[in-house]
């Protein structure tokens, strides 16, 4: 990840920076944690991957 303003990845698609990848995390943080804990059975797991 890149804090540089209008910086892009390979695609030529912007790159989202510090900030903006914290806001998307933590507005779905509840929904990735369910996602793991079902893939891997564990709240523990679950807590690690996300």
């Given at each position: 990840?890149?804090?540089?303003?209008?910086?892009s990845?390979?695609?030529?698609?912007?790159?989202l920076?510090?900030?903006a990848?914290?806001r998307?995390?933590?507005?779905h943080?509840?929904?990735?944690?369910l996602?793991?804990?079902?893939?891997m059975?564990?709240?523990?797991e679950?807590?690690?991957?996300?």
């Open positions: 990840m890149t804090d540089a303003p209008g910086a990845g390979p695609s030529g698609r912007p790159v920076d510090r900030p990848f914290e998307l995390t933590t507005t943080r509840r929904e990735l944690k996602h793991c804990y079902r893939m059975g564990s709240l523990h679950a807590d690690d991957l996300v």
